[in-house]
């Protein structure tokens, strides 16, 4: 039974890249401190803190809604990690590694949003009249 978004393996598994994008970041030249690494570490944390966010909405439009940024934050993530692999700040095998990473969460998201959408459509159960008694 999911009670909070700590309960979901895809918020889990995104706090997981986010500390290894800032442990491969760590590395890049310094002058990038105000570029690629900052920007790198933004997208990464955007995507636990609106799969976060969203959960916390009461309504179901609000929480797909931050499930779709967190998937854009995803796509921008992936986008900045190709360019730190091919800048030469982030080896190929890491690149690859958190890439493998960011697929399984893109997948999660797609899921969960599905899901929500799907529970959405759903009727709900009109009330039954009391029993006889």
């Given at each position: 039974?999911?009670?909070?978004?700590?309960?979901?393996?895809?918020?889990?598994?995104?706090?997981?890249?986010?500390?290894?994008?800032?442990?491969?970041?760590?590395?890049?030249?310094?002058?990038?401190?105000?570029?690629?690494?900052?920007?790198?570490?933004?997208?990464a944390?955007?995507?636990?803190?609106?799969?976060?966010?969203?959960h916390?909405?009461?309504?179901?439009?609000?929480?797909?809604?931050?499930?779709?940024?967190?998937?854009?934050?995803?796509?921008?993530?992936?986008?900045?990690?190709?360019?730190?692999?091919?800048?030469?700040?982030?080896?190929?095998?890491?690149?690859?590694?958190?890439?493998?990473?960011?697929?399984?969460?893109?997948?999660?998201?797609?899921?969960?949003?599905?899901?929500?959408?799907?529970?959405?459509?759903?009727?709900?159960?009109?009330?039954?009249?009391?029993?006889?008694?």
């Open positions: 039974m999911i009670l909070s978004y700590r309960d979901l393996i895809v918020w889990r598994s995104s706090i997981d890249v986010v500390k290894v994008v800032y442990e491969l970041s760590r590395v890049f030249p310094t002058d990038e401190r105000f570029g690629l690494t900052s920007q790198m570490r933004r997208a944390v955007s995507i636990p803190a609106n799969i976060a966010e969203g916390g909405r009461h309504h179901t439009g609000d929480y797909l809604r931050h499930l779709s940024i967190a998937t854009g934050s995803l796509c921008e993530l992936e986008t900045l990690l190709t360019i730190a692999e091919q800048l030469g700040f982030l080896r190929a095998e890491d690149h690859q590694s958190v890439i493998g990473r960011t697929e399984h969460i893109s997948r999660m998201l797609g899921g969960l949003s599905r899901a929500l959408r799907v529970h959405r459509r759903a009727p709900t159960p009109s009330p039954q009249p009391p029993a006889p008694t």
